[in-house]
């Protein structure tokens, strides 16, 4: 049974860093695509970044330049560090896998994802 396990989520302060991990777990397989979403409360769930092992890295313009997404890809492990945080970043941050490798004009899209995580909790206080 394949699962993806979040960790790493919890309070932070305005301006302070967080690492999100992910890791699947019983795959005969590797993932081509692992990301993240989020969803705040009273908000839909949106994409947050994505990385395909086959090549490319992709942000919402939101966390440009203050989070990072990167991979272990011999462990299908895919993590999120998380700096200069801000009360808008507060939501439970979701990792989700594909198979198959997304084109880019579909790495945002939530339903081109197979799997998905049970969730993690980030706060961003002040």
């Known amino acids: 049974q394949v699962q993806l396990v979040e960790s790493g989520g919890g309070l932070v302060q305005i301006g302070g860093s967080l690492r999100l991990s992910c890791e699947a777990s019983g795959l005969t397989f590797r993932y081509d695509t692992m990301g993240w979403f989020r969803q705040a409360p009273g908000k839909e769930r949106e994409f947050v970044a994505t990385d395909r092992r086959s090549g490319g890295t992709y942000y919402a313009e939101s966390v440009k330049g203050r989070f990072t997404i990167y991979r272990d890809k011999a462990k299908n492990t895919v993590y999120l560090q998380m700096n200069s945080l801000k009360p808008d970043d507060t939501a439970v941050y979701y990792c989700?896998?594909?198979?198959?490798?997304?084109?880019?004009?579909?790495?945002?899209?939530?339903?081109?994802?197979?799997?998905w995580g049970q969730g993690t909790q980030v706060t961003v206080s002040s």
């Open positions: 989700a896998a594909a198979v198959n490798r997304l084109i880019t004009s579909s790495v945002r899209d939530q339903q081109m994802y197979n799997d």
